[in-house]
């Protein structure tokens, strides 16, 4: 299902709330690589002005919108005889960039809101940008039945892609080989890239959030690996996240941190409904997730109390999980007329919303051993009487466990668009 961008807009403007404002939305400039050549980093037009012109090739691209009148004007590159010759690139539909100035001048004296990337020459009122900005975000959170269709088929690429990778979930295999396989799968089946920097973590690099694959392999049977990729079609992406165990022969913790995983997912991507408050259902996962820590001996006390100390910062450290859509993490942040909330144990929380239909969110609760948070002196005595440290001490090392699905809210129950890819262990 193609998306219209012309009514797009014409949904757009009104939940903009500009009266007689001029709108700006630049699509950014090629970036150069620091070397003597000339070559650029691919080019990658700023998401803003993505998603209302529709143009994912277009340096130096200009939407503009005159409040007053109601009109847009798309403001497109004029492709030059070598692009043609060298890149095969064609003439994009709208007016030449070479008619913003006139555009611009025949409209002086009104505010503007710019957005997207900068654009030389226009000077913008930074309240008004701020707000309109916020706007935005807001309107195009909610996904259209076009970009539904997208994420669908990235979820497909996704799940082959995982499919592709289950023979290499052995010791032997680096990290580097079970990305390659990953990510052809992606492209067989139809991604155009992926999502994001694919991570792959073995062993202790399970509990680097962020790690990129590298040559290290799985060094013994029983091992962690945990995967967070997604593909990615139209700039639109999946974000999802398996744990394994290299072998498939995991120990009785590794079973019981994987279970007690599995549980608060189930458990929050079940609440993601119409109405449902995303900090509810992070620090539910939160106390899930304690009392099974609870059970399995590594902490002391009432899960509910355990997450008011801030003890669950020790093995999930970060948000329950964002939105995802035209990028990952697509249209998190605050509900309008929300200030952030200034609780540490809320610092990487990604968003402050009330669910509603059409909302896509990831849900990735974690339980992790992370020698940095472990090993802190200041910590070690804040939670001397909660932490069973000797118990956790055997364990460190052993890396951690991560679960991420993307969550569709819909009118009733929530529909898993990543479903198709099994949470084996």
């Known amino acids: 299902m193609p998306i219209d961008h012309a009514a797009r807009r014409a949904r757009i403007a009104p939940a903009l709330g500009l009266t007689d404002e001029l709108l700006v939305v630049g699509a950014g400039q090629p970036v150069p690589k620091p070397e003597v050549s000339e070559q650029h980093f691919p080019f990658v037009a700023h998401q803003e002005y993505y998603y209302l012109a529709g143009h994912a090739e277009a340096p130096g691209g200009i939407i503009a919108y005159d409040a007053k009148t109601r009109e847009w004007t798309s403001f497109v590159p004029e492709v030059t005889e070598m692009e043609r010759v060298w890149d095969g690139t064609e003439q994009l539909p709208g007016e030449l960039l070479a008619r913003f100035p006139s555009w611009l001048a025949a409209r002086a004296g009104r505010r503007i809101a710019a957005l997207g990337a900068p654009i030389a020459g226009v000077v913008a009122d930074e309240a008004l940008s701020i707000r309109t900005r916020e706007a935005l975000k807001h309107a195009r959170r909610a996904k259209e039945p076009g970009e539904l269709d ?42 155009t890239t992926t999502g994001y920097g694919t991570i792959v973590g ?21 091992d962690f690996i945990l995967i967070d990729a997604g593909a990615e079609i139209d700039r639109y992406v999946i974000d999802v996240t398996r744990t394994y165990v290299a072998g498939g022969k995991p120990s009785a913790f590794q079973r019981d941190l994987w279970a007690a995983v599995r549980q608060a997912h189930a458990r929050a991507c079940a609440q993601c409904v119409p109405g449902a408050e995303w900090k509810d259902i992070h620090f539910g996962a939160a106390m899930d997730m304690m009392g099974s820590l609870v059970d399995m001996g590594v902490l002391k006390g009432h899960a509910a109390s355990l997450v008011e100390q801030e003890a669950h910062m020790l093995f999930f450290p970060h948000g329950v999980g964002h939105m995802v859509g035209l990028g990952v993490r697509d249209g998190s942040g605050l509900e309008p007329g929300r200030t952030k909330d200034p609780r540490a144990c809320l610092r990487s929380l990604r968003m402050d919303l009330i669910l509603r239909p059409g909302y896509v969110v990831t849900v990735e609760p974690g339980l992790y051993l992370i020698p940095a948070l472990i090993n802190d002196r200041e910590r070690r005595e804040r939670y001397r009487d909660v932490v069973n440290w000797t118990l956790v001490e055997q364990h460190l090392g052993l890396g951690g466990v991560r679960i991420e699905d993307n969550m569709l809210v819909t009118a009733g129950a929530p529909e898993n668009l990543t479903a198709a890819i099994p949470h084996q262990f």
Do not use: D, N
Request: proline share 6%; aromatic share 8%; glycine share 14%.
């Open 150 to 191: 997208l994420m669908r088929r990235t979820a497909v690429a996704t799940a082959e892609g995982y499919a592709a990778v289950q023979p290499f979930l052995a010791p032997g295999c680096s990290e580097r080989r079970m990305q390659i396989e990953l990510e052809a799968g992606f492209f067989r089946g139809g991604g």
């Open 202 to 222: 073995v062993g202790a690099q399970a509990a680097v959030f962020h790690g990129s694959p590298s040559p290290q392999r799985v060094a013994r049977a029983g």
